[in-house]
């Protein structure tokens, strides 16, 4: 059964640190990979994602994941932390590729300190 | 373009009364999801529908839950006798075909119902 593991339900940075939210998925085809935001009280935002092409993906605000498959890894950086992105972040796996279900992380709390 | 739309925002029901979460995916999308996010946790698949079909149920709950996308109008999720354990947040999400704008497989989430059972 595929499935998607969080490392750290809390992660805390201070403004300008590097920011490091691991993920670590399960899956017996090629996956689909995705990080996700949600601020308080909305719904998730698509960060960025990976479907087969180039390892290392670059999303929004900065944000990069590198798939890497003999780790079985989709960890989430960003170099320099900014108060706005403090959130909760959730990597989901989509199995074998295009339309079907999400199977979502538990999800990790990203808290910025200044 | 707008986004996913849910409404209502925030629901308030007591324990056994009927609750009905509507859902209209972004224009042109003919998939919908719906997800559920309890305290603490993650968001869990209950349902992936495309116009007038069932697609995939198996995260659906046996009973008392029921899903639905007409031809024309929005996606309803429906809990009837809601319990106290319904409480959550409820996603829904929409993508276009595979294939449209390679875009397919990327799913956009509305803004979520969140169900308080009383």
């Known amino acids: 059964a595929q499935s998607v593991t969080q490392l750290g339900s809390h992660v805390s940075v201070s403004e300008g640190a590097l920011v490091l939210l691991r993920c670590n998925y399960s899956s017996s085809v090629p996956p689909y990979l995705f990080w996700y935001v949600q601020y308080p009280n909305q719904g998730l935002q698509l960060l960025l994602k990976y479907t087969s092409a180039a390892t290392l993906v670059k999303g929004i605000n900065g944000f990069e994941a590198e798939f890497k498959k003999s780790e079985t890894s989709f960890h989430l950086t960003k170099p320099s932390a900014h108060m706005s992105d403090a959130a909760e972040y959730f990597c989901?796996?989509?199995?074998?590729?295009?339309?079907?279900?999400?199977?979502f992380g538990k999800g990790t709390k990203l808290s910025v300190k200044p | 373009n707008a986004g996913v739309m849910q409404n209502p925002r925030h629901l308030v029901r007591r324990r056994g009364q009927e609750a009905r979460l509507r859902c209209s995916p972004m224009k042109g999308h003919s998939h919908v999801y719906w997800y559920r996010q309890l305290p603490e946790e993650g968001l869990k698949f209950m349902v992936y529908?495309?116009?007038?079909?069932?697609?995939?149920e198996s995260g659906m709950p046996k009973e008392r839950f029921s899903a639905e996308f007409p031809k024309e109008g929005p996606s309803i999720l429906r809990i009837q006798q809601v319990v106290r354990g319904d409480s959550a947040a409820y996603f829904c999400?929409?993508?276009?075909?595979?294939?449209?704008?390679?875009?397919?497989?990327?799913?956009?989430f509305g803004p979520g119902t969140r169900l308080t059972v009383l």
């Open positions: 999400a929409s993508s276009p075909t595979f294939g449209t704008s390679g875009e397919g497989d990327t799913q956009y």
């Open positions: 529908l495309q116009k007038e079909n069932i697609i995939d």
């Open positions: 989901a796996v989509k199995p074998g590729g295009s339309q079907g279900n999400l199977i």
